[in-house]
């Protein structure tokens, strides 16, 4: 059963704990996903497994948190991550992001330092809103945008979900793509070349950006968006015992 994260000022988060050893493993999911996927659920087994603690939670209007999704901005996620950063996850963070969470993940290392000491894109997908929403946007839905506020955009993984004006205007607030990002802890970034959401170059041009001198792209020739099939779980293991070896906490 998840835990509960109740907020005075702000929706209460659901989430997954496992006690273990520093320094602990983080998931941040996607937009429109949540804490409980195959890429998770394995991060939990391999924490199990080394002994190390794990966190997993939904960001708020996501899962099983309290809010509302299409009022969600790219500031409310961040700060459901800084929060439960500072009240509820203990000691040094490794930040596992899969596509909207490698954006959170870099906003977590930026934002807390003192916390996040390596950090794990998986088809990381900062600055999405302007990099890839708006600019592939269609007339029509720029028009909707316009004279409705969102526009609802198609998913291969579900129904379709609103895209919101305020979504968009908000985000760039928290854009890290517009100039170096300055970050020294260790950095994989795993994406796949099949991936038709986020192209693989993102991560490539991620990489180029962050200023530390321990950053690697790993492309899996097969993989897809979402990098859950058990060769890219794999993967996955293996980049964290490499880090955590590193780390040596």
Not at 9 to 20: C, D, T
Not at 129 to 136: A, F, S
């Given at each position: 059963m998840p835990h509960l994260f109740?907020?005075?000022?702000?929706?209460?988060?659901?989430?997954?704990?496992?006690?273990?050893?520093?320094?602990?493993?983080?998931?941040l999911h996607g937009f429109h996903s949540d804490k409980d996927g195959q890429k998770p659920q394995y991060l939990a087994q391999f924490c199990k497994q080394h002994d190390l603690a794990f966190y997993a939670f939904d960001h708020s209007g996501h899962g099983q948190s309290e809010g509302n999704f299409e009022e969600g901005t790219i500031g409310q996620w961040r700060q459901d991550t800084c929060d439960m950063l500072d009240h509820v996850i203990q000691g040094p963070v490794i930040a596992v992001g899969s596509s909207m969470g490698g954006w959170m993940a870099l906003l977590a290392a930026l934002d807390r330092a003192e916390h996040i000491v390596g950090m794990v894109g998986i088809a990381a997908a900062p600055d999405f809103?302007?990099?890839?929403?708006?600019?592939?946007?269609?007339?029509?839905?720029?028009?909707?945008?316009?004279?409705?506020?969102y526009f609802l955009r198609p998913s291969a993984y579900g129904p379709p979900y609103p895209i919101t004006q305020k979504l968009i205007e908000e985000s760039q607030n928290h854009t890290v793509m517009k100039n170096p990002i300055e970050l020294n802890i260790p950095t994989v970034l795993l994406h796949g070349m099949r991936d038709v959401d986020v192209p693989y170059t993102e991560s490539i041009e991620l990489a180029g950006k962050i200023t530390g001198q321990d950053v690697e792209v790993i492309l899996r020739k097969m993989g897809d968006h979402r990098l859950s099939e058990a060769d890219d779980l794999t993967c996955l293991g293996q980049c964290l015992e490499r880090m955590i070896q590193k780390i040596n906490i």
């Open positions: 109740p907020r005075p000022h702000g929706p209460s988060l659901s989430y997954h704990k496992i006690a273990g050893r520093s320094p602990a493993i983080v998931f809103t302007t990099r890839l929403i708006t600019p592939n946007a269609s007339p029509e839905q720029h028009n909707l945008l316009k004279s409705q506020g």
